[in-house]
């Protein structure tokens, strides 16, 4: 893959705890304004948990025909309805009546789905023309899958002669088969566990394009992203590996080699709130020194809605898109994240003037 290669945004579409869609969800972020919010779950101890949800009655005004397939389950419900929403906001502008090959950041956790119904048939009902179930594939890594899924997105784009393509995710840890775990390993943000991080929800979803002139304008300017840098971390929460910040320190030198210049306005960060990230966020800044201005920001919004799991990749490119968007000296943002297991992910999200 050449560094001089460049997919474009053609569409961003989310909802999260603190908005429910892009514009909305970037102003929250901005204003600081929190979707944390004491929930009834209880934790190991039976102690309410910590979350950032999306106000229930948001999920009962969505249109939409669910197949519940065998059995009921809440959190897939909320899965696939946050999916529609952000998927249609994506497509919105979309100049295409035909499906659009979709790529699928998924939880790491494949557990608890016998008996529930395929998440990308009930997207093709409720997402026609753009979703087919026929073109769509999933990507099983969780917080660095989004990412993954745009390397994948490059390879496609530039092999086949597709105009658009889609990658995003959606995913909530509103059921005990995602709280548990997380609960017994003192995990979970609670009134004793203050080192723990706030589940989250959300989706997000990017149109991507190859075509400069199909992507999504405004303010004179497009949003570029470059070849994606992705490592794996041998010390990762899941292995016994001694654990020196290898995976994102070599997912930040990929992606910082595919754009030269140093003006990384931001950093916009996956970490949650543990302390394990906040280490492996200084040893990959601290190696990469160079490709930064002195300046350099860090934004980690998982401050304002949670961690959101499989969905957190597409939702972080979109903020870092909307800020640039908006902000005429901000030119580039580096963006990463990264899974529990040993997936890392980075990426430049760039400000270009418009193809005219």
């Not at 963006?335 to 997936?343: F, I, L, N, P």
């Amino acid at each position: 893959m050449s560094n001089n290669q460049k997919v474009y945004v053609a569409g961003i579409g989310m909802i999260t705890p603190v908005g429910a869609n892009a514009a909305m969800t970037a102003a929250s972020v901005n204003a600081g304004i929190s979707g944390y919010k004491v929930s009834d779950y209880l934790n190991a101890q039976d102690q309410p948990i910590t979350m950032a949800s999306i106000p229930n009655s948001i999920f009962s005004d969505i249109d939409a025909e669910i197949d519940e397939g065998d059995r009921f389950n809440e959190r897939h419900d909320r899965v696939i309805k946050m999916a529609i929403v952000a998927i249609r906001e994506a497509c919105a502008q979309s100049t295409t009546n035909q499906p659009i090959p979709l790529v699928l950041a998924m939880p790491e956790e494949q557990d608890d789905i016998d008996g529930l119904s395929p998440l990308t048939e009930n997207l093709e009902q409720n997402c026609k023309p753009w979703v087919s179930a026929t073109y769509s594939r999933s990507i099983y890594n969780g917080r660095a899958a989004g990412i993954e899924a745009i390397d994948f997105a490059f390879r496609y784009l530039y092999e086949l002669p597709n105009d658009f393509m889609m990658i995003g995710g959606s995913d909530s840890y509103q059921d005990y088969s995602r709280l548990s775990p997380l609960s017994e390993a003192n995990r979970v943000l609670a009134q004793d566990s203050m080192e723990g991080f706030a589940p989250g929800e959300a989706a997000g979803f990017l149109l991507l394009t190859r075509n400069p002139q199909l992507a999504m304008v405004r303010n004179g300017h497009i949003i570029a992203l470059s070849p994606p840098g992705i490592a794996d971390e041998p010390g990762h929460l899941g292995n016994e590996v001694p654990y020196r910040g290898d995976g994102l320190d070599q997912a930040f030198k990929k992606a910082l080699k595919n754009h030269e210049q140093p003006n990384i306005h931001s950093i916009y960060s996956s970490m949650n709130g543990e302390n394990h990230w906040a280490k492996e966020y200084g040893v990959a800044t601290m190696r990469n020194k160079s490709a930064f201005q002195d300046e350099v920001k860090i934004e980690h919004p998982a401050d304002i809605f949670g961690d959101l799991g499989a969905a957190t990749g597409p939702v972080l490119i979109g903020l870092a898109a909307e800020h640039l968007y908006s902000h005429p000296n901000a030119k580039a943002h580096l963006v990463y994240s990264s899974s529990d297991t040993a997936k890392r992910g980075a990426i430049v999200v760039e400000k270009l003037q418009a193809v005219i």
